[in-house]
């Protein structure tokens, strides 16, 4: 009996050894292909022509590939997003770990996780129908704008800032909670001075993998950031973003132009990479 144990135990090992290099071959794979495709064109275009060029004009005599603008569209749109997104999340999960009566608990729950649920592209048609107009009414602008871009993604991560943010309350030992409680203050202030400064690493992970999505978030936004390849000079310009630059124009690319669209994949990759080794920089700079 204690043979067969051990011998289950060796086989589900092994698939989880397997699990795991099928995930990081995989991921190696990806960065292969992008690179191998990407890197020579930035060499040969010119680094700086490619990464801070203010024209995208592919289909001229002489074709364009600077995607500055894009840049600065997709740093727009994800600081909109974080600025919308991570203070309500942050909050509602404040509410449901600590606050949240257990019936409405019961239902406000499966609502978040339902949002996580909800494909992109409905995300983005709601907004085209409902954002867009509002904004063009009330704001200005014709609707299809950083603004628009940024609320709608802000509202796209919230399953991921409190989902997570929620878990790393809960993971808090009760014992902070009561000995706070203990020594005189509040549940306000047990919760706000104690519970969620603790649960501050986990929050933070939180807010990471939400502007990772928040970047690299596509359909919904081709839909409604009026994809306009310019640099935006305030909040009711439209936008283009690398992530629908790649995907607007993919399909009908060849030669160089589609060079340069999996070249503008190496700059997201980078863009991304860089966004998560700062935050992780000071995550752990708190942690010591």
């Known amino acids: ?39 020579p064109f930035i060499a040969e275009y010119g680094f700086f022509d490619f990464i801070f060029g203010m024209d995208w004009a592919p289909t001229n005599n002489v074709p364009l590939y600077g995607i500055f603008p894009m840049i600065i569209g ?7 997003a974080a600025i919308v997104g991570v203070p309500i999340g942050i909050l509602t999960a404040v509410f ?16 978040t996780n339902l949002m996580a ?8 048609f709601f907004a085209l129908r409902v954002f867009t107009p509002f904004i063009r009414e009330n704001i200005g602008g014709n609707g299809y704008s950083v603004l628009t871009a940024s609320v709608l993604l802000g509202i796209m991560i919230l399953p991921t800032v409190i989902g997570l943010s929620e878990s790393a309350l809960r993971a808090i030992p009760k014992t902070y909670y009561t000995g706070s409680v203990a020594l005189g203050a509040t549940h306000e202030r047990s919760v706000f001075r104690v519970l969620l400064p ?25 839909l409604i950031a009026g994809n306009q390849a310019i640099i935006p000079d305030n909040l009711l310009s439209g936008v283009r973003t690398l992530t629908t630059n790649i995907v607007i124009e993919m399909a009908y690319a060849t030669g160089q132009h ?18 998560n080794s700062i935050f992780l920089y000071f995550k752990n700079k708190e942690a010591s």
Do not use: D, H, Q
């Open 1 to 39: 009996m204690l043979n067969l144990k051990n011998t289950k135990e060796a086989a589900m090992k092994g698939v989880f050894f397997l699990s795991a290099c099928f995930s990081i071959i995989a991921l190696l794979l990806i960065i292969l292909f992008i690179f191998a495709n990407g890197v």
């Open 74 to 80: 997709s740093i727009y749109v994800t600081l909109g």
């Open 96 to 111: 449901m770990a600590e606050f949240c009566p257990p019936i409405l608990y019961k239902v406000l729950k499966p609502a």
């Open 117 to 124: 649920a909800i494909p992109s592209i409905v995300y983005g």
């Open 198 to 222: 603790a649960a501050k690493s986990g929050i933070f992970s939180s807010v990471i993998l939400g502007i990772g999505r928040a970047i690299g978030e596509t359909m919904a936004v081709v």
């Open 258 to 275: 589609r060079e340069a669209l999996i070249a503008t994949a190496v700059v997201l990759f980078g863009f991304i990479l860089l966004i």
